[in-house]
């Protein structure tokens, strides 16, 4: 394989931010958890291949479905309930990066825009009942401050983000489609070249949530932990390298850091949240179009005070 610049060509359909994982689970009654948030507002997974790469200058349009399931409740006393949630998303990322550096590297700004659907019913030892769902658009993502750098042999981003709380969301309700908080988040992207040609990769995604508190429920929710990881190699399927494939091991983890505060919260049972997930990736890169797609599918383990599953993620994005 000759040596090439992959760069932005392998992180279009990749780069950016996915949010708004609805967790209707919230309902559970598990007594450590009652109160949401089961999860952080970002979605796990989304940047858990070529993090650090930012596309090249001009505009870029990403599409990607994703397909959050949970079939386990996880934590100490949540009884005989076996809860089912699905959660699909399809977010639109718009990002837009300049032709003039700052401090050595490209600038760019990125919008996202989800749209939600979402089901939960419990089943107990003797029946299955529905808990509640939503459908709509949900809170929005917007990253004002993006800059990257194009290393010898290494590609690392550097951004403010925050999410805004543009989806439905009435306390109490069971067909919310937002969280109903603001949540400020800086993010980084790593991904280092473990070969010359840059066919052999590690990336990572780290993103720290800060939450404000919870309009109808005065609740303050914890601070989360992000982490996005991949170990990926590029495989070309035709000599000319036109059509390159891209496949390896992918992961996150998610972790709540800090309590819960405000009404009907136990400072006694914190219960904070933990996700672990591992999985497979995928990805056709057409470096000539500036077109890549991708798969992904992780499956949880380990989890605690949260449901368990798995998610699945499908991509596509071209760069103007």
């Known amino acids: 394989m000759k040596r090439i610049a ?3 060509l392998i992180s279009t359909a990749f780069w950016g931010i996915a949010m ?9 009654p598990c007594h450590a958890q009652s109160l949401p948030p089961l ?14 790469v930012m ?13 959050y399931s949970f079939n386990q409740a996880k934590c100490t006393v949540c009884g005989e309930l076996d809860p089912n949630v699905d959660v699909l998303i399809d977010v639109n ?25 979402s089901a939960l019913s419990l089943a107990g030892e003797e029946n299955q009942s529905t808990v509640g769902g939503g459908g709509g658009f949900a809170d929005s993502f917007y990253q004002p401050v993006t800059m990257g750098w194009h290393l010898k042999r290494a590609d690392i981003t550097a951004a403010y983000a925050f999410f805004a709380p543009t989806g439905r969301f009435t306390a109490g309700a069971s067909n919310n489609t937002g969280s109903g908080h603001w949540t ?17 990769a590690f990336s990572a995604y780290e993103m720290y949530e800060f939450h404000t508190t919870q309009e109808g429920t005065n609740i303050h ?12 190699q590029i495989l070309p399927l035709q000599k000319d390298m036109h059509t390159l ?16 505060s405000g009404p009907g919260v136990d400072p006694q049972h914190p219960g904070h949240y933990r996700v672990n997930a591992i999985g497979g990736a995928a990805n056709i890169i057409l470096p000539v179009r500036k077109v890549a797609l991708g798969f992904k599918l992780m499956k949880e383990f380990s989890n605690s005070y949260t449901v368990q599953g798995y998610s699945l993620q499908i991509s596509g994005a071209i760069t103007f």
């Open 39 to 52: 999860r952080g507002v970002y979605t796990p997974g989304f940047n858990a291949t070529n993090s650090g």
């Open 245 to 260: 494939l891209q496949v390896g091991v992918v992961g996150y983890g998610q972790w709540q850091t800090s309590n819960n």
């Open 184 to 200: 400020n988040a800086p993010t980084a992207g790593e991904t280092f070249y473990l070969t010359k040609n840059k066919g052999t």
């Open 93 to 117: 990322v718009f990002m837009w990066v300049s032709k003039k550096k700052i401090l050595g590297g490209n600038y760019g700004l990125v919008a996202g825009l989800s749209v939600t659907n």
């Open 55 to 67: 596309p090249d200058p001009g505009f870029t349009y990403s599409n990607t479905f994703l397909d």
């Open 221 to 232: 929710p914890g601070q989360t932990f992000d982490v996005d990881y991949s170990l990926t």
């Open 20 to 28: 708004g994982l609805l967790i209707v689970a919230s309902g559970i």
């Open 6 to 8: 992959l760069g932005s």
